[in-house]
């Protein structure tokens, strides 16, 4: 069975730093590209960017581009986003998604639960 | 690059057919074939009930259904059931390794 297992929810302070995870199983995790996926309470969805598993190969999306780090450890099948400072905007449930990624398909077809990262200011 | 557009809310009778749409632009939907939808309940993770424009996933009723014209996705819902009101967001690839979502449309099963 597939599962992403994300880590718990995280109430930090603006400017402070933030590391949240996702740990897969149930599959050849180097076979697939992850994503984090943003949603804002209230609001809709926001794919903030992809990484190969196998390789570490990450592709940000433009609203997202260095405004955190995403990163990967196979040798633990666990993705990993990062933030070095916070901003009180960053609250937000941050989802992890298995995407199915090749030249005819692109979408998420397993989730994780979601992390609630929660800032204050 | 910009979302896609989607009704902030729609609402339907059980038994009813309903379609919700989700507007892009010539850089998204009007070009790749990798619509998709989800469904969320509160509280919940999104589940994928569309891939591909038009492909459902094993275990999602054939009750959803879906199509593309031109740059405007839409997702059927027939025999609308009281289990159905979510969330419903709609998702295209947009090129360089970019996917955008819709809004997202809350419908509500009267």
């Known amino acids: 069975e597939v599962q992403l297992e994300q880590s718990g929810a995280e109430v930090k302070k603006a400017g402070e730093s933030v590391t949240i995870s996702c740990t897969n199983s149930?599959?050849?995790?180097?076979?697939?590209?992850i994503a984090w996926v943003r949603q804002v309470p209230g609001k809709g969805l926001e794919c903030m960017g992809i990484i190969y598993a196998d390789d570490s190969d990450t592709r940000y999306s433009p609203s997202f581009q260095g405004q955190v780090t995403i990163s990967v450890d196979k040798s633990i099948r666990t993705a990993y986003l990062q933030w070095s400072s916070l901003k009180a905007s960053d609250t937000a449930m941050y989802y992890c998604?298995?995407?199915?990624?090749?030249?005819?398909?692109?979408?998420?077809?397993?989730w994780g639960r979601g992390t609630l990262v929660t800032v204050s200011s | 690059q910009s979302g896609l557009t989607q009704p902030a809310s729609m609402s339907g009778s059980p038994g009813q057919s309903i379609t919700l749409s989700c507007t892009g632009s010539?850089?998204?939907?009007?070009?790749?074939?990798?619509v998709s939808w989800y469904q969320q309940h509160p509280g919940e993770a999104p589940k994928v009930i569309i891939f591909e424009v038009n492909k459902r996933p094993s275990g999602v009723s054939n009750r959803f259904s879906a199509s593309k014209s031109g740059n405007t996705a839409s997702l059927t819902i027939s025999g609308l059931q009281a289990e159905d009101e979510a969330d419903y967001h709609c998702?295209?690839?947009?090129?360089?390794?970019?996917?955008?979502f819709g809004g997202g449309t809350k419908l509500t099963v009267l």
């Open positions: 998604a298995r995407v199915v990624y090749s030249s005819t398909s692109w979408y998420f077809d397993f």
């Open positions: 149930g599959y050849t995790f180097t076979y697939y590209w």
């Open positions: 010539s850089s998204d939907i009007g070009t790749y074939n990798l």
């Open positions: 998702s295209s690839y947009a090129g360089n390794s970019n996917l955008v």
